[in-house]
DNA sequence: AGTTATTTCTAGTGATTTGATATGAATTGA
DNA sequence: TCAATTCATATCAAATCACTAGAAATAACT
């Protein structure tokens, strides 16, 4: 199906939720997993994942919770995905390090699958967590009368 | 991940495969899986797909095989992943039909989801099975002296 | 010091998908 | 008739997905 799957969705409103919520306070799983209605124990193990990569800081104890490491402007689409998904590569092949595959030279589909690998690459690059965040104003705005 | 899977970069390597070889009489499954090193029961699935939706035509019987119904221009790779893969759409809601997402007026990441669909529908839908033709002829020139 | 709210860690689980394999029936050319 | 081929169905092991469960570690507040 080439889907995304929810763990890789999940981060990206995670990290949304947390660019919008965690300027002053930390913000908790809690919250984040009622605000989104998205499994507590589920956003526990994915938050894990960007905790481990330093793209969010925890604070634990009582009043704990997650702050964004960085500024929005600083993390693409990208970047989160990647991280989520393993990798955001349409074939294996194309990831350099895994299974670099010794047909390449003379693999005709590998012409096909460079050119997908770069649209791809072309929009998850270049969106941004604050390009999200000032979509959102813009969409909430639609409904202040 | 996000990958697409093998039943889908067979079926591509299968169609080109007969671009190349059904031009007078029809291809058996045996040759196409000793040439392009595909299990053979696999490979019987796959072409069963093509041949439901009308990709190829087959002949039974002793001297059968499979002939590309229509000329490799009028193949698109998209035609040939949709219909393996399923849909090559990155998130289910992009698909009209399955699971129309009724979040999707405030729905921030659809938006980005949209980016995504409308990249990769761009390189898939534009590239025919005649370009891989002529990317093959072309690598294959490579290795002549 | 003790209680409580939180993160952190490790493990388990049922459902689905993937990538096949196995067996045999149906069809047709020689 | 028979050998070669497609067609149909069933089965299977392994991996992945999307969670769920339980408990330990940590820190703030009283």
Redesign the pocket.
Known sequence: ???V??????ALRLMLDLALNSQEK???????SARQN?????L??I??IL??AGY?R?????????LLTYKPEEYTVGMILRLT??SMAPVSCLDTDENPCLRQEDCVTFRLWKKLDDAIKDVIDHVTLADLVEWHLQEAGNYVI
């Open positions: 199906m080439v889907r799957s929810t763990k890789g969705r999940y930390p913000v908790q799983i809690r919250e984040i998205i499994s507590n124990k589920y526990e193990q938050i894990a905790n481990k969010v925890s604070m634990r104890g009582s009043q704990g919770g997650y998904e393993g």
